[in-house]
Nanobody
């Protein structure tokens, strides 16, 4: 059973940067597509970014394109989300997730991810 542990969240001023990390347990990390989602109270979990198992393909929500970068190191069982030019609307709990091997290719939706971390809070405020 894979477990995911996020870190790197915190408080930052608008325009600032944060880098989130997600470390996975288990031996199957290199086979699994990974994603980042975020959620604010009262709203559904929102797709942010994903990266395929090899790292060859990535995608981003329109709201973060050009500002966020996803990457991974399979030797370290780690996926990162570099967040630059942060805005107040980026404030949310950010979750790392592992995509089910049975799901279709592509980023999918939250329902296609079957392992989730505990989340890390990102607050962007002046």
């Amino acid at each position: 059973q894979m477990t995911l542990v996020e870190s790197g969240g915190g408080s930052v001023q608008p325009g600032g940067s944060l880098k989130l990390s997600c470390v996975a347990s288990g031996r199957t990390f290199s086979r699994i597509t990974m994603g980042w989602f975020r959620q604010v109270p009262g709203k559904e979990r929102e797709f942010v970014s994903y990266i395929t198992a090899s790292g060859a393909r990535t995608d981003y929500a329109d709201s973060v394109k050009g500002r966020f970068t996803i990457s991974r190191d399979n030797a370290k069982n780690t996926v990162w989300l570099q967040m630059n030019s942060l805005k107040s609307e980026d404030t949310a709990v950010y979750y790392c997730a592992a995509k089910s091997l049975l799901s279709d290719i592509g980023p999918g939706t939250a329902d296609d991810y079957n392992r989730w971390g505990q989340g890390t809070q990102v607050t962007v405020s002046s």
